[in-house]
C-alpha cells in the first residue's frame, strides 16, 4: 500500500492490496481478498469485502457496499468476485454485489460509470462502459448493460434481460424484456418502447445517415405492426447498408428472454 493514504479509523485486513495513491476515508473497511488500483479513493463508512478487484482513479464518495454476498438463496459461501474497471464514479449507498457460483461467479463493470445514490447492481451482472445510473435504478441478477446506456431514476431491470448499448431508459420504467441498441423505453406498466435515443445518439456523434438507418430499423420492428420473423426480415435488408442495423438484429438474435415490443 506505497503511497496510501489511510484514515486512523478505518479499518484494513492484512490481505488486501491497496495501490499508488489510494485515499480510505472515516470507519472504512477493505476487507480480505480486495484490491483497490493506484490513485482510487474510497470515502467515509463504506464497506469492500473480497474477492473484488477495483481499478484505477474511481471516486467511491461515501457509505456504498461493494463487494457483498449475492443476494441469492442459492448462495452457500463459494468463491465469487466483483470486478471493477477504472474511473468509475460510485455515490451513496450504492450496492455492487459479488457473483454465485452457478451464475458464471463474477459480476463484471467496466470502466467511465457512472452509479448515483442507492443505486443496486445484483450478482452476475455485466454493465459496459459510460454508462449512467440515476438514483435508485437497479438491476437484478444476470442483467446485461451495454456502452452508453442511461438508466433514469427508479428504472428496474428484469433478472436476465439485456439492455443493448445505447438505449435510454425512462424515469420509473420497469423493464422484462430485452431492450435493442439505440431504443428508447419509457413508463407505461411496463416499460415500452417509445421511439430511439435520438439526443443521446447526436450527442455521441451518429450523423444523419446512421440515424436515420436506426430509425427505419425502430419503425420496422415496433411500428409497422409485421410479426417478429417479417419484422427481422426487414432489419436484414436494412442491415446490408447499416453496421448499426446489423447490431440492432444481433442483439436481437441472440436473445433468450422475449424481445421488449
Not at 463493470?109 to 448515483?116: A, E, R, S, V
Not at 415500452?192 to 446512421?210: S, V, W
Request: glycine share 14%.
Amino acid at each position: 500500500m506505497t503511497g496510501a493514504r489511510i484514515h486512523p479509523t478505518a479499518f484494513i485486513d492484512p490481505g488486501a492490496r491497496l495501490g499508488e495513491g489510494v485515499t480510505i476515508g472515516a470507519f472504512t473497511v477493505i476487507g480480505a481478498d480486495v484490491e483497490i488500483g493506484d490513485g482510487t479513493h474510497v470515502g467515509p463508512h463504506c464497506s469492500v469485502h473480497g474477492p473484488t478487484r477495483i481499478g484505477r482513479d474511481n471516486r467511491i464518495i461515501g457509505h456504498a457496499a461493494i463487494g457483498g454476498e449475492p443476494q441469492d438463496k442459492k448462495f452457500r459461501g463459494e468463491r465469487v468476485e466483483l470486478e471493477i474497471g477504472d474511473r468509475n464514479l460510485v455515490r451513496e449507498f450504492v450496492t455492487l454485489n459479488r457473483g454465485t457460483g452457478d451464475g458464471g461467479g463474477i459480476t463484471r463493470i467496466g470502466h467511465d460509470n457512472w452509479f448515483l445514490a442507492y443505486t443496486h447492481v445484483a450478482h452476475d451482472c455485466i454493465v459496459g462502459n459510460h454508462c449512467v445510473f440515476s438514483n435508485n435504478a437497479t438491476l437484478a441478477g444476470h442483467v446485461e448493460i451495454g456502452d452508453h446506456v442511461i438508466l433514469s431514476g427508479f428504472a428496474g431491470i428484469h433478472q436476465f434481460c439485456r439492455i443493448g448499448a445505447h438505449a435510454f431508459i425512462g424515469m420509473g420504467a420497469l423493464v422484462n424484456g430485452d431492450v435493442p441498441p439505440f431504443v428508447t423505453v419509457a413508463q407505461d406498466g411496463y416499460g415500452r418502447p417509445r421511439g430511439i435515443n435520438a439526443e443521446g445518439l447526436k450527442r455521441r456523434g451518429f450523423d444523419a445517415g446512421r440515424t436515420a438507418a436506426i430509425k427505419r430499423a425502430y419503425r420496422a420492428l415496433y411500428v409497422s405492426g409485421a410479426k417478429l420473423e417479417d419484422a427481422k426480415a426487414q432489419l436484414a435488408e436494412i442491415a446490408r447498408d447499416s453496421a448499426d442495423v446489423r447490431a440492432f438484429l444481433d442483439f436481437i438474435e441472440r436473445g433468450d428472454r422475449p424481445l421488449l415490443r
